[in-house]
């Protein structure tokens, strides 16, 4: 008998590892991760890429059980850099000024954002949510693509993705369109990639 079935494509094995991903970040104890979140941030607060540049840094509002940047933003804030968080506009993602303590609106997808009537900025460094990722540093989003065509379409910026160490996968199924993170900062590491 002749197998007629059709092989699993890397978009069909990264939604089913994306599913199991978010589950067990979900699964991870909120008492953890509120010890973690500040480790991640002293990591990667003592990355040289702040020392390189002015900025605008790119955060975002944490949604569920993601890693919380917001320990982040307020460092970054406290040395001065100028902060930003993405908002999604017409199915693009933009970046507006922000900076700890201001108001902050729905924006979709479950997310917080600026207010509309802050200014766009394009940011030099963005730190990335993930559901999972891999040494190599590709990373499962959540599907939608919007870091991977903003990383692309800004070209020569720095990502840093940050994780709960326990979202290592062996390998992310990268695509053709996929960008490789420039660093993963867990709270057991701090990972260069490439």
């Known amino acids: 008998m002749t197998d007629t079935s059709s092989p699993i ?10 599913g199991a991903a978010l589950a067990h970040r979900d699964a991870l104890e909120i008492d953890d ?8 941030a002293e990591r990667v607060l003592a990355l040289p890429a702040f020392g390189e540049s002015a900025g605008p840094v790119s ?5 569920g059980s993601e890693a919380d940047p917001r320990p982040i933003a307020e460092g970054l804030h406290a040395q ?14 933009l970046f507006r000024r922000w900076a700890p303590y201001e108001p902050i609106v729905p924006g ?12 766009e900025a394009v940011p030099a460094i963005l ?18 693509g919007y870091y991977d065509a903003k990383l692309t379409e800004l070209g020569d910026v720095i990502s840093i993705g940050i ?32």
């Open 59 to 63: 955060a975002y509002w944490p949604m």
């Open 127 to 144: 730190i990335v949510p993930l559901a999972a990722f891999d040494r190599r540093g590709y990373r499962i989003g959540y599907g939608k």
């Open 163 to 194: 994780a709960y160490a326990a979202q290592e996968i062996d390998a992310v199924p990268d695509e053709a369109h996929d960008r490789r993170l420039d660093w993963i900062v867990t709270e057991r590491e701090t990972i260069r990639c490439g």
């Open 80 to 93: 001065g850099l100028p902060l930003c968080l993405p908002a999604i506009v017409a199915k693009r993602m």
């Open 33 to 40: 991760r509120l010890e973690w979140d500040p480790l991640i």
């Open 108 to 119: 979709g997808f479950g997310t917080l954002v600026p207010q509309p009537a802050q200014p």
């Open 9 to 18: 494509s890397a978009a069909q094995r990264k939604s089913a590892l994306r």
